[in-house]
């Protein structure tokens, strides 16, 4: 998750003598944290585009990376390579799931609703491989996926004016949501530029 803390572990409880440490990512794999002991060598290094800026920590008795304040910028491969008494290798494959928006519902002044009925869009921006849904109590009534492209999602809901039922838009994906419910009274409110037409009383 974003803005949570990683660590890319060694297996080792402690860095031997003759140990060379590098840890490397991206496709290119760069260079970015190295250990060798018998040179006093002990460091993080950037990649070009500054993302890893006082991010990365060495911890100095084992060689584990830890990167902090994670985004998901620094997803991808981060390989460890362990030179000396043995050599050995291995590649971590790091995935970060951005925070998820806050639903927005909004009344759709666009639709044609009739005056018994209350139209509304649930709405997040720039999110990807989300699940929004509208539920009806602990009912799911509508739901729209998307992976992949970081884009804006819509979901309709039509509700009577004087329903008591309740309702709370939900998106979701592998490991957490973010709900929104509804209230009928607050988000029913009449649109901008809607005429009321007041009938005189014949007596």
């Not at 970015?32 to 920590?57: M, W």
């Not at 009912?139 to 309740?166: A, C, F, H, M, R």
């Not at 037409?197 to 014949?202: D, H, K, T």
Request: proline share 3%; charged share 20%.
């Amino acid at each position: 998750m974003e803005g949570d803390s990683v660590t890319l572990h060694t297996d080792d409880t402690e860095i031997h003598e003759d140990d060379d440490i590098l840890w490397k990512f991206g496709v290119g794999m760069s260079l970015i944290a190295e250990i060798r002991r018998d040179s006093g060598i002990f460091k993080t290094s950037d990649v070009p585009d500054g993302r890893f800026t006082d991010r990365l920590k060495l911890d100095n008795h084992t060689g584990s990376l830890t990167i902090t304040n994670i985004t998901t910028q620094h997803a991808g491969d981060y390989k460890l390579e362990i030179s000396g008494a043995k050599r050995s290798s291995k590649t971590f494959s790091v995935s970060v799931n951005a925070r998820l928006p806050v639903p927005n519902i909004t009344r759709d002044c666009s639709s044609s609703s009739s005056q018994q009925n209350c139209s509304l869009l649930c709405s997040v921006v720039n999110v990807s491989d989300v699940t929004l849904s509208w539920y009806k109590g602990n009912s799911l009534l509508s739901s729209i996926s998307v992976s992949d492209l970081s884009i804006s999602l819509s979901l309709p809901l039509e509700v009577e004016y004087q329903d008591k039922n309740t309702y709370s838009c939900v998106i979701n994906n592998p490991i957490s949501n973010q709900t929104t419910h509804l209230d009928i009274s607050k988000h029913c409110h009449t649109c901008a530029g809607m005429l009321v037409l007041i009938l005189p009383l014949i007596n």
